[in-house]
């Protein structure tokens, strides 16, 4: 498992590290060991960091903010959760998209 983590994380290194960062919530540890084992090129982490992190940090702002003033940011804290919701299915969607049809040219093309 750890191989094809490693293959994957080569080829797609920058997506992955993007979207994994982005996720608010999601323990840094984790990502960090992920990034240190993986082939991902330096350039590729530090950039998917340094973006990534802006989108989880927002949104742990404004939700820890709306839950401590719950009864008065009570309407926009749902308005948050559900618009990041529908984001993060719609990032995921298309970048499933992408990993099969860059797997699909992967078959069709042993050279690539």
Do not use: C
Request: proline fraction near 4%; aromatic fraction near 12%; avoid cysteine.
């Amino acid at each position: 498992v750890l191989m094809k983590v490693d293959d994957f994380s080569g080829k797609n290194g920058f997506v992955v590290m993007l979207f994994a960062r982005s996720l608010p919530y999601f323990p840094s540890g984790v990502i960090t060991a992920l990034g240190a084992i993986s082939k991902i090129k330096p350039r590729d982490y530090i950039l998917a960091n340094l973006i990534g992190k802006f989108p989880s940090t927002a949104l742990e702002v404004a939700i820890g903010t709306d839950i401590v003033n719950f009864q008065e940011n009570m309407g926009r804290l749902g308005i948050i959760v559900f618009v990041a919701g529908i984001v993060y299915f719609i990032l995921w969607k298309v970048y499933k998209n992408y990993i099969n049809k860059k797997n699909a040219e992967q078959e069709h093309d042993p050279n690539a």
